[in-house]
């Protein structure tokens, strides 16, 4: 469930401290043995038993000469922890920090370090001195507060406490995330006769199977899984976090390598330009110039690049930055993925950081602030989390541009994520162009309900309640309100009546019974001469001021000038016919209505000069001719 790395300066006891945890002999080629140095990864594997059904570690064991660091960065990618160690007779040596800086860069996120050799004959206060240099060393590093555990390869003294010690480290760490994206960097590649090609590497991300179609990539070469083996032994599946061998049908030996990546088929394409968040190292040599010409290694990958400061022309010693390196062979790789950066020759490392965009579309502009402000952005997360939670953390419905305003994403970016969300449901399309996450919309709903719950509860006479007090109550623009509420209309959460007023599904006016049986009458008074209605004073008269006033609001009424109240159908009749006539005669006039509908003037002349204060209509003479003929607002 965990793999461990070694790392550490040359000749300071690595190979042979793996060897007495393990008992295997990570120095396996030839050339190895006969330099006694490691040149390559090593590869054992360690018990652990305090860590229960997690307690067999994989280790990787890396060479620690200087002119090897390259093979060490294939190596120590996937690692959960590092077994640091520094000889008690040196102390700490140049590649002690280069190593504890691409550990940092790296992100690795904790590890031990072993003080090797002490049974040499040595000097207590040298050893203190070692210890005090080694705190000094990692303060601000991932091996800050690491333990430092005493040990000799050679007489076995202190591995017990190096093993408990490796246990509590790795005990405190969440086991590798599954997210269904298993990726392998190989590290080793060969044929084992019988069995054919064999890759090698730390599985990260996913699960594999026997009988799984993968693909290595570059290289697009399709395989399946012919067996899997995790610490020599044979296993059907096996999940992220293991070191793998892999048996693949469908390759040949001379088509895989180091620094391929064996992932799902179709899941990652090689990229040839990236967005780097990148830390350069307080102990470069010089500044970082645009356009230097670089080494990055991630996985076990390696390319030569290019690399583009993006803002200023240089980045100097220990500084943050933005980078965007042109890779010159395209490599696998994905957001979040780590890189180390390095100059070519002399070799230094120079720094690293974490890719935010694996695949940028172009090349950036240099000194743009909204291209610095898109890659913070995708820096803090992956865009549809941002675009997530720009709606869910502002409870109202937004537009694509408000998001990208908030989020710092560009708009393409913005529609992408949208899209993504909408499918899986987490953000709904209000239409016009408003969004809302789907908890934001749940929320709404139910402060609306509740709200004209207790208006109706209050306010038993009226009708509804006014878009303009609800809007309030929700705290919402106009346009997300409108997007809202069409909503909320739609999905039959709330009803709207004719003149606008909000009420729920089934809300009745609460009349008493004697309003009730007024109300009646007062009908039955509009349906014996709906054109020569009840003045307003009478309909007062019969069912009181409080009711009438409910009745208009509610639309049943509509009340024209001060005096005169028609019904809504007499109305509309009235307005319908007038629009008729001035179509047709271009014109109409106070004797024509009140000769069409039997009236008295008083009621046509109230519903003209109604026309004419909303300006649908204007006096001409003695006739009343069109004015902006907006007859919508005499609805
Ligand atoms: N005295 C002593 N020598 C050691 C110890 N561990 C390793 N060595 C010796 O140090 C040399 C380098 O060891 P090696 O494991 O190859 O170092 P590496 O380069 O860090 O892997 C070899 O000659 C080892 O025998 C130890 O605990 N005590
Ligand atoms: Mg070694």
């Not at 031990?112 to 601000?140: F, H, M, N, S, Y």
């Not at 820096?379 to 675009?387: C, F, K, S, T």
């Amino acid at each position: 469930m965990y793999v461990v790395g070694t790392a550490g300066h040359v000749d300071h006891g690595k190979s042979t401290l793996v060897r007495a945890l393990t008992g295997i002999d990570p120095d396996r080629l030839k050339e190895e043995k006969a330099r006694e140095m490691t040149i390559d990864l090593g590869f054992a594997w360690l018990a652990l038993p305090e860590l229960g059904t997690a307690g067999e570690i994989g280790v990787i064991d890396v060479p620690g000469h200087r002119d090897f660091i390259e093979n060490m960065l294939a190596g120590v990618g996937g690692i959960d922890a590092v077994l640091f160690v520094v000889a008690a007779d040196e102390g700490v040596m140049p590649q002690t920090r280069e190593h504890l800086a691409i550990i940092s860069l790296l992100g690795i996120p904790a590890g031990v370090i072993a003080l090797t050799k002490t049974d040499l004959a040595l000097d207590p206060d040298w050893i203190g001195l070692v210890q005090l240099d080694l705190g000094e060393l990692t303060r601000g590093t991932p091996l800050e507060n690491a333990p430092i555990v005493p040990v000799s390869a050679r007489t076995g003294k202190g591995l017990p406490e190096l093993r408990a010690a490796l246990a509590d480290v790795l005990r405190g760490r969440p086991p590798a995330r599954d997210e269904g994206r298993p990726r392998l960097w190989v590290d080793r590649a060969f044929s084992v006769a019988g069995f054919g090609t064999v890759v090698t590497g730390t599985l990260i991300g996913g699960t594999l199977y026997v009988g799984q179609e993968v693909e290595l990539t570059p290289g697009s070469l399709r395989a399946r899984i012919r067996g899997l083996q995790s610490h020599q032994k044979t296993v059907e599946s096996l999940g992220p976090g293991n070191r793998a061998a892999v048996n693949l049908s469908g390759v040949n030996r001379d088509q895989v390598r180091r620094g391929q990546l064996l992932t799902l088929p179709d899941l990652i394409t090689p990229t040839i330009l990236i967005d780097v968040q990148f830390r350069h190292l307080p102990e470069a040599a010089r500044p970082l110039r645009h356009n230097t010409e670089v080494k990055v290694f991630s996985g076990s990958a390696e390319s030569m690049g290019r690399a583009r400061v993006l803002e200023g022309d240089s980045l100097p010693p220990g500084a943050e930055g933005w980078l965007q390196i042109e890779l010159r062979s395209g490599l696998p790789l994905s957001k979040g993925d780590r890189v180390i950066v390095r100059l070519p020759s002399p070799g230094e490392t120079i720094g690293g950081g974490v890719i935010v965009d694996p695949a940028p579309k172009r090349l950036w502009r240099r000194g743009r602030p909204e291209v610095i402000a898109r890659l913070t952005a995708l820096a803090r997360g992956e865009p549809r989390d941002l675009v997530m939670q720009a709606l869910a953390g502002q409870n109202t419905p937004m537009q694509p541009d408000q998001i990208a305003k908030r989020t710092e994403l560009d708009a393409e970016t913005v529609q992408a994520s949208l899209a993504a969300c909408l499918e899986a449901g987490s953000v709904i399309a209000l239409g016009e162009g408003w969004f809302v996450a789907q908890s934001s919309l749940a929320a709404l709903a139910e402060q609306a309900t509740k709200r004209l719950a207790a208006f109706h509860q209050h306010e038993g006479l009226r009708a509804g309640m006014r878009p303009e007090t609800l809007r309030g109550a929700l705290a919402l623009s106009d346009g997300a309100f409108n997007a809202v509420l069409g909503y909320l209309r739609q999905a039959g959460h709330v009803v709207q009546t004719a003149n606008g007023l909000i009420h729920l599904p089934g809300h009745q006016m609460r009349l008493s019974r004697a309003q009730q049986a007024a109300w009646s009458r007062l009908q039955a008074a509009f349906a014996a001469a709906p054109y020569t209605p009840p003045s307003y004073k009478d309909c007062v008269e019969m069912v009181g001021e409080d009711v009438i006033a409910a009745l208009i609001e509610a639309g049943e009424l509509r009340l024209v000038g001060a005096e005169v109240v028609f019904t809504l159908k007499a109305y509309r009749a009235i307005i319908d016919w007038i629009r008729e006539d001035i179509a047709t005669r271009g014109k109409t006039d106070v004797g024509s209505v009140r000769d069409r509908f039997q009236t008295s003037r008083k009621y046509a002349l109230a519903v003209l000069e109604h026309l004419n204060a909303l300006g649908i209509t204007k006096r001409a003479g003695d006739g009343h001719l069109l004015a902006s003929g907006a007859w919508e607002k005499a609805e």
